[in-house]
């Protein structure tokens, strides 16, 4: 097999083939489930039931990215995440922070996160990959950083989608940010990347992307895709979480590291699927 698995995290991990990373919104706003999990108490329950339900990871969020969303306060994000963090991890359960902001970033690998989830692949705060790089070091290993491709925030990024080649496109962005990455400290098997479908790209371009990919894996890094609920796979006119696992069954067949996704059991079979597949015709293309 030819999949790829960043350094840092639990062993066990990479025996599971492609990894579901289950969702944790701690927003009132966010465009699928902002509201339901916005209490502590409730975060911490979601969370845990993430991973009764097969979720290798759970990804927390405190401020939305949705198309249009507006930016919520440091002091805000902070509060919504870290207790949430502090709990979780004190379960024995792998977190990830989806966040842009190295104070959170330090603040949640403080708390026992183990990823770092920027949408912005460290370009909306220089000093995230500071941050990252001296955690690494402090602790040996982890935090493991998750770098999307990203062309501005949420506000404006509708505004953004213009491409000649989208793959390859936004594969030469990203590694652009790869490599800012780099000179901040960040070594290679700390790195995953993301495509970022739905940021700064249309309905049309997110497919182009999925379909295109050696442009992603161009980079030689593990891969992972975010496709859950989003509006390209809404536009199908099917129900958006039978087309999510669908996505993460091809994600698994093409060896992606992880799927990020709302709703974990169906991923959970979706990838065996494609994991399956993936074993059976070797590296991918």
Known sequence: MNRLHPRGLPDALAAHGTLVMGILNVTPDSFSDGGEHDTEPAAIAHGRTLVAQGAAIVDVGGESTRPGAARVEEAEELRRVIPVVRALAADGIVVSVDTTRAAVAEESIRAGALIINDVSAGAADPAM???????????????????????????????????????????????????ALRADGVEDDALVVDPGLGFAKDAEQNWQILADWDAMASHGLPILIGASRKRFVSALGVDRDAATHAISAYSAEHGAWAVRVHDVPGSVAAVRVGDRLHALRGPTR
Do not use: I, K, Q
Request: with cysteine.
């Open 129 to 179: 990959g500071r941050t990252v790089a001296a955690a690494r070091t402090a602790l040996g290993a982890p935090p493991v950083f998750v770098a999307m491709h990203w062309r501005g925030h949420s506000d404006v990024m509708n505004d953004l989608a213009v491409y000649d080649d989208p793959a390859r496109d936004c594969a030469a962005e990203l590694a652009e940010r790869l490599e």
